[in-house]
């Protein structure tokens, strides 16, 4: 059996319509229709290099690793799947993962990297160059002019860094895909910011004043108006529809050099995006005073998730998964012994309808850096959600099952809740290999203070330039 596995960075879940949302992915919905689909899929270690460590390891990473590159002492899955003879592919325009060193080709016969994606330095930067809208409105200038120089030269749909992965891909299928069995992974970095897609992906574009605002200063949503907050997420929608279009392209590709019927196809996103829930514009921010990482709700933390297993029947599942899951269920599909190291847990069961339930609690969290403050996590459970940051710091309580949104704050008039879910994140975090500098600052479940949450604090700080780290 051959495996093709898409991860589309800062995918939110609500944009597909197999997921209820209102942006056309026609091609993905058909994938989806053939898939066993994930409704509770949940980020782990946040965001996009925490999530490729968990991936490519199957471990939940945030307790013990960082953002940075992949350490050389994790096993890692395209490892597995070469030491088993298959052929390892990563075909990838995603920019932090090509870092110089960063290591996430390790174990890849093949490493196709399309250059030039986000700042790059693909080409000496101009810094002359015009910025398609209102210059105050664009975050990390100097960022945008990178972007903005390394794609001067675009003519069609096909210079777009999407397709160029895509078509990457497609030509590794055409000369490599019969040879043997193989694990091609494809990580496509749209619709990661800068959102920039074709204007024929943008109806709302048509008029000559439309604010392009492809990269924001991210902090505070209300910095910036309600319409060009609106024009942001018109963008953000176009590049959703492109980057649906070139999957299609890809799984095409597939069909036609008749791989499709041997091939296990598993897409999902890291993680999503905030446009303006909580008051927040992006992932984090660095506007002083605020906080840096904040707390991965409910639009930033749900995720996508859709295995098509050739034979096995399709439907939806509920039950409550992580990405790293998927990494042990792909060594068991391909018959391969799961390592020990390979600690997460195979969604195997689910996808062969001999489980309905999978985990009980879930964790999102940016990297946990011992006592710091800045960096929250978010424990969930089948109707609740905490948010918690450490011993001392006053946690944020939700009734999902209530309030999905995760808006109204119930702490601390439900302590017995919020006191169950802490205990549940000790053990969660006991499972996960936390050392003990990260897990005694959260030890315990000490707060002071009123509800406050850390969206509401974030109002009041001034508006700035911020980056989305």
Request: net charge neutral; aromatic share 12%; charged share 25%.
């Amino acid at each position: 059996m051959n495996f093709l596995v898409v991860v589309a960075d800062t995918f939110r879940r609500d944009h597909l319509g197999c997921y209820g949302g209102a942006v056309e992915t026609p091609y993905l919905d058909r994938l989806a229709s053939e898939s066993v689909v994930f409704d509770r899929a949940y980020a782990g270690s946040f965001p996009t290099l925490p999530c490729r460590i968990e991936l490519f390891t199957g471990r939940i990473a945030f307790p013990y690793r960082t953002w940075g590159p992949l350490p050389q002492d994790e096993l890692v899955l395209s490892e597995v799947f070469r030491s088993a003879g298959y052929s390892t592919a990563l075909v990838s325009d995603n920019f932090p993962m090509g870092h110089a060193g960063y290591g996430f080709e390790r174990g890849f016969e093949t490493s196709i990297r399309v250059q030039g994606q986000w700042y790059d330095s693909f080409r000496p930067r101009q810094n002359d160059i015009s910025f398609p809208t209102n210059a105050s409105w664009i975050g990390e200038p100097g960022r945008v002019q990178q972007y903005l120089t390394n794609v001067c030269d675009r003519t069609t749909e096909s210079d777009y860094f999407a397709p160029q992965t895509v078509e990457s891909a497609c030509r590794w299928l055409e000369t490599q895909g019969r040879r043997r069995p193989f694990l091609l992974w494809v990580d496509i970095f749209d619709p990661h910011e800068p959102w920039d897609p074709p204007r024929s992906y943008v109806p709302e574009a048509e008029s000559d004043d439309f604010p392009w605002i492809l990269y924001p200063h991210f902090g505070p949503a209300n910095r910036y108006t309600a319409d060009q907050l609106e024009a942001m997420r018109a963008l953000y929608r176009g590049e959703v529809r492109l980057v649906d279009r070139w999957i299609g392209v890809l799984l095409a590709k597939l069909k036609s050099v008749n791989l499709d019927d041997d091939t296990t196809i598993v897409f999902l996103s890291d993680h999503g995006m905030f446009f303006g829930e909580h008051n927040l514009l992006g992932k984090g921010s660095k506007i002083p005073g605020d906080i840096r990482g904040w707390p991965p709700y409910e639009e930033v933390a749900h995720i996508p998730l859709m295995v098509r297993v050739p034979g096995a029947r399709a439907g939806r599942s509920q039950a409550l998964v992580h990405p790293g899951d998927l990494t042990p269920a792909l060594v068991e599909l391909a018959g391969i012994p799961i390592p020990d190291r390979m600690t997460a847990r195979s969604i195997i069961p689910i996808l062969r309808r001999q489980a309905e339930t999978h985990r009980s609690t879930l964790m999102t969290s940016w990297a946990l850096r011992g006592a710091r403050m800045t960096r929250p996590s978010v424990v969930r459970d089948d109707d609740w959600s905490m948010v918690f940051w450490r011993t001392g710091a006053p946690p944020e309580l939700y009734h999902r099952a209530s309030d999905p949104g995760e808006t109204r704050n119930l702490w601390p008039a439900e302590k017995a809740e919020g006191r169950r879910l802490h205990g549940r994140m000790l053990e969660f975090l006991r499972a996960n290999h936390c050392p003990p500098r990260n897990y005694w600052p959260r030890r315990w479940f000490v707060s002071w203070g009123t509800a406050e949450s850390v969206s509401e604090r974030s109002l009041a700080a001034s508006p700035g330039s911020g980056t989305n780290g």
